[in-house]
């Protein structure tokens, strides 16, 4: 009877098909919409704002030294988030994609999909989130919000976490009104760090804690987020050292290099960076705890001495160099369990983190009239 049923489904098929019919008509989205490229309207976010690509953080032909990986990251829409007004009471999402990194530590929302918050009473509201199906990406139009009101609403969009696109178009209903959003966010905050910083183990690209961090403060955090490989490589430092118009900079600059690259690096990583902005604050954070260390001495051992390091070195660094802070993040839950692998935080995890750095930075950043 099933392999009857099977066979009358796909003479069903079959005939739809020779007859220039779709098979699931029921699933074929007939709304017509106008698309416009995230590009003219505001990205919010962006390092390094003269990149061949507007979604890649880093121009790769111009700065040298990264590795393969390394290089596919800085490309990556990583902490890019695009704001705009729109009226539409739906709103839709269709990319092209260069490159997607499926990571063990990114559910598909987070390294491929669009994170989407609409401003209400004053405050960022989440809105929707959408991911287009996998393997059939490209030219995807993927719903992220629908059936809304039809009022003029302040959206931010924010781009996947481990995608290099080559475009992102934006869809509205026809005949609606779509336009830039004038930044929502204030000065411009350098981040570089690891895979925390890129947001890894996140439900969606929103949920960084950059993004917390910038959608708690109104201060605009410009990600180079690089999952495992912040280690306070001189040519990352380059990178910084170039980016225009930088009125601070916060690191998560210990949660990957050993304790010898530590020592090795950091004075010369200060040093090249200060030269290039002197004056503008340098915040470093401590790692975070890892709950892989609980019972696995090794690990706990490793984490230790290089905590250690980072104490000791930045200790030197506070008093060696003007403008040069030190801040402990803590996205460690009263229960501990607020982590994915025992590496990553949860969403709630990197709330934690945003939480606990945002009276430390802001005591920090006032002291230079950055508010």
């Known amino acids: 009877m099933t392999r009857f049923l099977t066979m009358a489904a796909a003479s069903v ?12 008509l029921s699933a074929q989205d007939k709304t017509d919409y106008d698309f416009t490229e995230a590009s003219d309207l505001t990205l919010v976010g962006k390092l390094m704002p003269d990149t061949p690509c507007p979604y890649a953080r880093v121009d790769t032909v111009k700065f040298k030294g990264f590795t393969k990986q390394e290089n596919f990251q800085v490309r990556m829409a990583t902490g890019l988030s695009v704001a705009f007004r729109t009226d539409s009471k739906k709103i839709t999402v269709m990319a092209e994609y260069a490159q997607i990194q499926n990571t063990s530590n990114a559910n598909f929302f ?67 009104t779509i336009e830039p959003l004038e930044n929502p966010f204030r000065h411009r905050i350098g981040v570089f760090g690891s895979s925390y910083t890129h947001g890894s183990s996140t439900s969606r690209a929103g949920m960084t804690y950059p993004a917390q961090f910038s959608r708690h403060t109104g201060l605009q ?56 902005h002197p004056g503008v604050p340098l915040i470093f954070q401590q790692t975070i705890r890892r709950e892989n260390r609980n019972f696995d001495t090794k690990r706990d051992a490793d984490e230790r001495a290089k905590i250690a390091t980072a104490d000791s070195m930045m200790n030197i660094a506070v008093k060696k160099y003007k403008d040069v802070y030190f801040i402990h993040p803590d996205a460690t839950a009263p229960d501990h369990e607020a982590t994915v692998d025992g590496i990553h935080p949860t969403n709630y995890g990197y709330e934690l983190w945003a939480k606990s750095i945002e009276k430390p930075v802001l005591k920090i950043l006032r002291k230079y009239g950055i508010r």
């Open 13 to 24: 098929a079959a005939l739809f098909l020779s007859l220039g019919l779709p098979v699931g």
């Open 110 to 176: 987070a390294s491929r999909g669009y994170d989407l918050y609409i401003r209400k009473d004053g405050k960022w509201l989440w809105a929707g989130s959408g991911c287009p199906t996998f393997m059939k990406e490209n030219g995807k139009n993927t719903t992220i919000v629908e059936n809304m009101d039809g009022s003029m609403h302040e959206c931010l969009l924010y781009l996947p976490l481990y995608s290099e696109l080559k475009s992102v178009k934006i869809g509205t209903l026809a005949g609606s």
């Open 221 to 276: 955090l410009l990600s180079l987020g690089c999952s495992g490989n912040s280690k306070l490589q001189p040519y990352f430092a380059d990178v910084l050292a170039a980016a225009p118009d930088i009125d601070a900079f916060l690191f998560d600059a210990f949660s990957n290099p050993s304790p010898e690259q530590i020592r090795e690096r950091l004075f010369p990583f200060i040093e090249k960076v200060q030269a290039a």
